[in-house]
């Protein structure tokens, strides 16, 4: 079966089989491989992206599902000159990630929160992100990022 959608922006299309996933014609189809697969069970996050506006984890979808959508993947959050978001340069700033393989999921969750909620409290940034997982970095550098990409500071922690 043919799929068109468009992808950061450029109308793609693709001859998939009926169970491809969209991660799956992402990262094989148009070779955007910055949209992770960590789990193939919808549990970590990894391959989070944005379908029309929303937060999908593009594992739980086929992509024809996505048939005349618009997809941002990671490699649509900078801007065309290669500038790195606001999210994506807090990342970098406040050292949001260790690894770097959660880090496209996470960064693409935190766009969507701040695009719904610009300045979320410490307590509603990790319930939004309790679907995204990092095995490597303890998570406070990455709440650290995202206050701070909201324009607020997290507060102290008493062991710092």
Do not use: W
Not at 98 to 121: E, H
Not at 129 to 143: A, M, P
């Amino acid at each position: 079966m043919k799929v068109s959608m468009e992808v950061n922006g450029r109308a793609v299309s693709g001859d998939i089989e009926g169970r491809t996933l969209l991660v799956d014609f992402l990262r094989e189809g148009l070779h955007l491989t910055g949209t992770h697969v960590g789990c193939d069970t919808s549990q970590c996050g990894a391959c989070t992206v944005h379908v029309d506006g929303a937060q999908v984890k593009a594992c739980t979808i086929f992509a024809a599902e996505a048939e005349g959508a618009k997809i941002t993947t990671i490699e649509g959050v900078a801007a065309p000159d290669g500038t790195l978001s606001t999210v994506q340069q807090a990342f970098q700033d406040y050292h949001g990630l260790q690894c770097g393989f959660c880090t496209p999921g996470m960064v693409m969750a935190a766009t969507s929160l701040l695009k719904d909620n610009p300045k979320p409290t410490e307590a509603e940034i990790r319930h939004h992100l309790d679907g995204n997982i990092c095995r490597c970095t303890g998570y406070h550098n990455i709440i650290k990022a995202i206050m701070a990409a909201s324009g607020q500071e997290m507060p102290a922690l008493a062991a710092e």
